[in-house]
């Protein structure tokens, strides 16, 4: 399916990952809660691995100039995936849901 021309929703969803990205890389500096220790995220190796392929996909599309409902599916899957790693990640770390 491709993108309507200068759609603001495509516009809108590309601001938001801009400012994850950005607000991701903050956190990398943040410190630690008084009494816990930091510790290393496993489950953002698996994130990144997830993005890397929806990149990947998305970016065949651009290059056939639409993307197909099996590309939008492994799209969604990556993205349950990465849902999938962050609920584990928020189990292990204590974190628990909101």
Do not use: C, W
């Amino acid at each position: 399916m491709p993108l309507v021309y200068r759609d603001p929703n495509a516009t809108r969803v590309a601001q938001a990952l801009r400012r994850l990205a950005d607000l991701i890389e903050s956190l990398k500096g943040a410190k630690p809660a008084a009494g816990y220790e930091p510790s290393l995220h496993s489950e953002l190796k698996q994130i990144a691995v997830r993005l890397e392929r929806i990149g990947n996909t998305l970016e065949a599309g651009k290059k056939a100039g639409r993307t197909t409902s099996a590309q939008l599916r492994s799209v969604a899957r990556n993205f349950e995936g990465i849902a999938e790693a962050l609920e584990k990640g928020a189990g292990g770390a204590g974190g628990g849901r909101s």
